[in-house]
Structure formats: C-alpha cells, structure tokens
C-alpha cells in the first residue's frame, strides 16, 4: 500500500462492484474507523519513526482514470518483462492494467489471473466464499492498515489455481505508481486448491 499526503475523510465510490462486495468494503471502513493508529508504544511499531509524518494527512481520494503519462508505458513495460521468464504477467499503472498476459497452457488448465474488480461479478462463486469474511483480529500490529486496504482498495488481481496444477513458471504482478497526494491500494487475491502450486513474484513500485 502506497500512501502520499492529504486528508482521510470518506469511504471511496465502489465503482460497479456488486452489492456484497460493496457491503464488505463498507464494514471494513467502519472497522478502520473503530481502531486506533499505531503507536510507538505498540510493539510492532517500537522502532518507527512515526513522527515523521501525520497519520491525519494521507488522502483517500479514488484512484481513477487513465494513468500519469509522466513515463511512457512502453518503458515500463520493456523493464518490467525483461527480468525473467515467467508464465504470465500483469502490470498495472496506478489502476489501469497496462500489460497482461498468461501463457495459453495455463488458461487450458483452469488457471486465472484477472482483475479483481472485474472478476468480483465474473467469479462471483469464488470470490464471495472467501473475501473478506474472516475479521482482522484487532491486536494484530497491522489491523489498522488492513482494515483500510479492505475498505480502499482501488484495484487488484485474482488468481486461482484449479486442484492439482503446478504452475511451473512464476506468474509476475507489478503494481506501479505516479500519484502524488493520493492512495494507492492494490489488493492481490490468491486462491490455491489443493495440491496446487504457484510461484508468484509482486513488485510495487514509483514511477
């Protein structure tokens, strides 16, 4: 998760997300809303430098529209591919995919790797099982900040693998960013079946 300055004030637009996934994002902000922000006194955070910055200047505002030209996609492209063989790729630019691509074999196999806000609807039966239905125990070092991923969460990817497949090339995700004074949430979802194997490298990154 990728914070710059201003104010958190509000929940985001849900965007075309279906009414449960709306209503999970709103149960999360409010529980976002209950905890406190973490403390030097908290264990977790005893050697962070939290005065550095205010807590209260981080801005939420939605992460929409086409992305900040301020590099050509191109490039990130080219750098980003050019790392290591893999099975598939993702890449997004603040939250627009730029790139994907998953190899054909592994489509074949069942294996998906998607945008999460579009797979919401289109793999509803998946998704809802699972998303969101354990609660963040609240003495977790992280349970602030998980709530607010939960609750803001601007875009992201799904990827399931079917019973008994190995993907035996890494899939590769990059999340890149070019905001300035604004939230930038990725949320990536992995669903494993058993006896299923996946390699999956996660790169987030400023442009």
């Known amino acids: 998760m990728i914070m710059a300055k201003t104010k958190i004030t509000k929940t985001s637009p849900n965007q075309d997300f279906p009414d449960w996934a709306k209503q999970r994002r709103e149960q999360a902000w409010q529980q976002f809303k209950a905890l406190p922000w973490p403390?030097?006194?908290?264990?977790a955070w005893r050697l962070t430098r939290l005065n550095d910055f205010s807590w209260d200047d981080f801005s939420l505002d939605s992460v929409t529209?086409?992305?900040?030209?301020?590099?050509?996609?191109?490039?990130?492209?080219?750098?980003?591919?050019?790392v290591m063989a893999d099975g598939g790729i993702r890449i997004y630019q603040d939250s627009v995919t730029i790139h994907h691509r998953l190899e054909e074999s592994l489509t074949k196999s069942g294996v998906l790797f998607?945008?999460?806000?579009?797979?919401?609807?289109?793999?509803?039966d998946l998704l809802e099982p699972l998303l969101d239905k354990n609660p963040e125990p609240k003495t977790h070092p992280?349970?602030?900040l998980n709530w607010l991923t939960r609750a803001r969460w601007s875009h992201?990817?799904?990827?399931?693998?079917?019973?008994?497949?190995?993907?035996?090339?890494?899939?590769?995700l990059v999340y890149a960013s070019s905001l300035k004074d604004k939230l930038?949430?990725?949320r990536t979802v992995v669903i494993l079946e058993p006896h299923a194997n996946l390699t999956?490298?996660?790169?987030i990154l400023t442009i």
Do not use: C
Request: net charge neutral; aromatic share 2%.
């Open 39 to 43: 403390t030097k006194r908290d264990e």
């Open 65 to 82: 529209g086409e992305p900040n030209q301020s590099k050509k996609l191109d490039q990130i492209i080219d750098d980003s591919t050019a």
């Open 114 to 124: 998607e945008d999460l806000g579009t797979a919401l609807t289109k793999h509803q």
């Open 142 to 144: 992280l349970a602030k």
């Open 156 to 172: 992201g990817v799904l990827i399931y693998v079917p019973k008994g497949v190995t993907v035996t090339m890494p899939l590769r």
């Open 184 to 186: 930038l949430a990725p």
């Open 200 to 203: 999956l490298v996660e790169k």
